[in-house]
């Protein structure tokens, strides 16, 4: 088992930032993706961005040029910088790890995740 604890959430004004960060521990895969879900209220979980162990980073259309996600392998922590946030920026934030396996095989790890408000 992998253990994810988040932190960083809050509330900020639209235009403002928060950094959310994301440490594991427990079982690691030594070979893993890390990524940042959200999920509104009403509304299904989606992605916000990924990074693989060797750093190449994938980001929703909606966060690209706002929000920058990074990883510090040797503390097994993830982060998610997030920049000119706006309302619809506001979800609970689930940090991610995917451990990967031979064959195309994974195992996702989810976070109790950590709630992020934007006031406009």
């Known amino acids: 088992q992998v253990q994810l604890v988040e932190s960083g959430g809050g509330l900020v004004q639209a235009g403002g930032s928060l950094r959310l960060s994301c440490a594991a521990s427990?079982?690691?895969?030594?070979?893993?993706?890390r990524g940042w879900y959200r999920q509104a209220p009403g509304k299904q979980r989606e992605l916000v961005a990924t990074?693989?162990?060797?750093?190449?980073?994938n980001y929703a259309d909606s966060v690209k040029g706002r929000f920058t996600i990074s990883r510090d392998n040797a503390n097994n922590t993830v982060y998610l910088q997030m920049n000119s946030l706006k309302p619809e920026d506001t979800a609970v934030y689930y940090c991610n790890h995917r451990g990967l396996l031979p064959g195309g095989r994974y195992y996702d790890f989810w976070g109790r995740g950590t709630q992020v408000t934007v006031s406009s």
């Open positions: 990074i693989t162990r060797g750093g190449s980073t």
């Open positions: 427990g079982s690691i895969f030594s070979i893993n993706d």
